[in-house]
């Protein structure tokens, strides 16, 4: 059995209040590549589109891989 891994790109981003980014997963090991998107502020679409928070902030996106759910990657965003 193949390692299920998984990686969101880009990282280290810095978003203006109330703006928007869209983030992609690659994962490997898994037949599913589906995802879930999860934010630590603001709003993430199912296809990995956030909207900024109007706080400024450090923010983390976080994309699960739907085949294992254990499995996750996140970056970090920067509202300012």
Do not use: L, R
Request: net charge positive; glycine share 10%; no cysteine.
């Amino acid at each position: 059995i193949k390692a299920i891994t998984v990686s969101v790109t880009p990282d280290g981003n810095t978003v203006t209040p109330s703006g928007t980014k869209t983030f992609s997963a690659a994962v490997t090991g898994a037949k599913n590549t589906a995802v879930t998107w999860e934010a630590t502020g603001g709003s993430i679409s199912p296809g990995g589109v956030w909207t900024a928070p109007a706080a400024s902030g450090t923010y983390k996106v976080k994309a699960k891989s739907v085949a294992n759910p254990k499995v996750s990657a996140e970056v970090t965003v920067f509202v300012s």
